[in-house]
Every structure is written in structure tokens, then in C-alpha cells.
């Protein structure tokens, strides 16, 4: 199966080889890989340019953005740009950070995993950060999750959803569409990928607001944007990060912000985030 791979990365330089590097060590290579550089000030292009003369499968696309970091929507905008760039002679459709480093064999993995069940839509391996020279499970979502630093998509899958959405949630809404419409969702935990820069890193109060404004725009409704907030600021290690979340979803729901997705998807959302609460009670 043919992969292709869209990295946005801005002022990436301290880890842009190192990610390159580990695709290059791929045991299956992909067919394309479009670095998109957005508004670096640093060293990042000259990295991609350097593996670009090396490995003819990697490009680098030169992009600008709104300087402002807020997660979600600034990557998602420059991953964009760069499937504009490309066309549709992909298996799957890949979505990586620049700050990560794959077992060769993830990629190998990965078309295993599509190839054994055709109902399967995403695939992804684990995050692990480096503390005290150990490298443990970046542990801040449920392990059916699939990081947004690594998302792989089966063609139809990613057509059928929509493609990726600009505003944080993004990497949320992806897998519930998918559940949505019937598609698989599978982790591995076998598969280890090295995040060199935690999430979250740079994120200011106004990214953390636009949480709660994310747990609004998927339809989750009060209850369970609560629900959401305590057990993702308690995972952080920053319970005071919960007022931000709900203070965000208040902004949104009074500002009535679009959703990401329709009525009947909404409800749909809702019903499974209750089941799957509801599962882990009883």
C-alpha cells in the first residue's frame, strides 16, 4: 500500500533531521512526503532541503500562517497546503508532527494492520517523552485514542470524514466520524514513537480555553465536557487547567460557535461518550 505523509512544522530545526531520519530508516519507505514549512525563522527548510536532495520522495513546501500558535487550527491549515500538493495515487494518508522519531518497522505496521481488515479506517502506535533519561507513555489520552502528532488513514476513511479539520478537536472528531461511519479504529501498543516535545509545550491561556471551546464544537453538551475536562486536567497533573476547559466551553456555547459536525452526528457523539463513560463504571 502506498503511503503518503504531510508534516506541518514550524522552527522544527532541534528535530526536524531526527524525524526525516526515521522515515528514511523506514522499512517500508513512503511514496511522498511533504514537509510544510510554516513561517519558520530558523534552520527548518534547510534540513528538509538537505534530505530532499538525499531521498527524492521527500519535498519541502514552503507556507505562511497567522504567527499566533493556537493547537488545532495552525496546523491543521498548513497540513492542508500541503495535500494540496498531492494526488490521490495513496493507500493512506499520513499526519505527523515534526518533532517525532518511528520504529522503522511502524510504517510496515501500520499497512499490516490496514491490509488484514478492510472495515479498518485509522491506525496508530503510542507517544513516549523522555524524562530522566527513560522514555514513558505520554499518558493523556485513553489508550483507543490515536495521537494527533501520528495519524494514518485508509483513503476511503479520510474522504468519507471529511479530511482533517481546521480547530482543535480535530484529532478527536476524526475518530468519531469514523465510528460514526462505521470504520475500525485501532492502537498498537507495540509500536513506540519518541515525542520529543510534549504536548502542549508552548500553549498560552487562550489555547486552553479553546479546549473547552473544542469539547462545545464536537456536541459533547455540559455534562460531559466536564466529565472530559476533570479527567484531562487531573491526567496533565493541573486540576486548575479544568476551570480554563469549562470557561472555554461557556465562551463558545455563548458566542454559539458552529460545530464541527452535524446534528445527527452530534447526537451520535454524545450517546457513545456516555456508553463509553457508562463501560469503564460498571
Known amino acids: 500500500?502506498?503511503?503518503?505523509?504531510?508534516?506541518?512544522?514550524?522552527?522544527?530545526?532541534?528535530?526536524?533531521?531526527?524525524?526525516?531520519?526515521?522515515?528514511?530508516?523506514?522499512?517500508?519507505?513512503?511514496?511522498?512526503?511533504?514537509?510544510?514549512?510554516?513561517?519558520?525563522?530558523?534552520?527548518?527548510?534547510?534540513?528538509?532541503?538537505?534530505?530532499?536532495?538525499?531521498?527524492?520522495?521527500?519535498s519541502l513546501l514552503n507556507a505562511t500562517s497567522d504567527v499566533i500558535h493556537l493547537p488545532g487550527s495552525k496546523v491543521?491549515?498548513?497540513?492542508q497546503k500541503g495535500l494540496e500538493t498531492?494526488?490521490?495515487?495513496?493507500?493512506?494518508?499520513?499526519?505527523?508532527?515534526?518533532?517525532?522519531?518511528?520504529?522503522?518497522?511502524?510504517?510496515?505496521?501500520?499497512?499490516?494492520?490496514?491490509?488484514?481488515?478492510?472495515?479498518?479506517?485509522m491506525v496508530g502506535g503510542f507517544a513516549y517523552i523522555e524524562k530522566n533519561g527513560e522514555w514513558l507513555l505520554e499518558n493523556l489520552t485513553d489508550k483507543d485514542h490515536i495521537r494527533g502528532a501520528f495519524k494514518a488513514y485508509r483513503k476511503a476513511t479520510f474522504q468519507q470524514i471529511g479530511g482533517l479539520k481546521p480547530a482543535m478537536g480535530w484529532d478527536t472528531v476524526d475518530e468519531l466520524l469514523c465510528k460514526f461511519y462505521k470504520w475500525k479504529v485501532v492502537t498498537d501498543e507495540s509500536l513506540k514513537v519518541k515525542h520529543l516535545k510534549p504536548t502542549g509545550a508552548n500553549y498560552n491561556q487562550t489555547a486552553r480555553y479553546k479546549q473547552g471551546e473544542a469539547f462545545y464544537t464536537l456536541g459533547y453538551g455540559f455534562f460531559i465536557t466536564a466529565i472530559a475536562s476533570l479527567k484531562l486536567a487531573m491526567r496533565k497533573g493541573k486540576p486548575l487547567l479544568f476551570l480554563d476547559y469549562i470557561k472555554g466551553f461557556w465562551k463558545a456555547k455563548s458566542a454559539q460557535k458552529p460545530l464541527l459536525v452535524s446534528e445527527e452526528q452530534a447526537k451520535f457523539i454524545r450517546n457513545y461518550r456516555w456508553k463509553k463513560m457508562k463501560e469503564k463504571l460498571f
Request: proline residues 5%.
Open 86 to 121: 498531492l494526488d490521490d495515487q495513496y493507500d493512506i494518508m499520513v499526519k505527523a508532527d515534526a518533532d517525532l522519531i518511528f520504529p522503522p518497522n511502524y510504517f510496515e505496521t501500520i499497512i499490516n494492520h490496514f491490509q488484514s481488515d478492510d472495515k479498518i479506517g
Open 76 to 79: 491543521i491549515l498548513a497540513f
Open 1 to 58: 500500500m502506498n503511503y503518503y505523509i504531510v508534516i506541518p512544522a514550524h522552527n522544527e530545526e532541534a528535530f526536524m533531521a531526527l524525524t526525516l531520519q526515521s522515515l528514511a530508516d523506514q522499512t517500508v519507505l513512503p511514496t511522498k512526503a511533504v514537509i510544510v514549512n510554516d513561517n519558520s525563522t530558523d534552520k527548518t527548510a534547510d534540513i528538509v532541503l538537505a534530505f530532499a536532495e538525499k531521498y527524492p520522495w521527500i
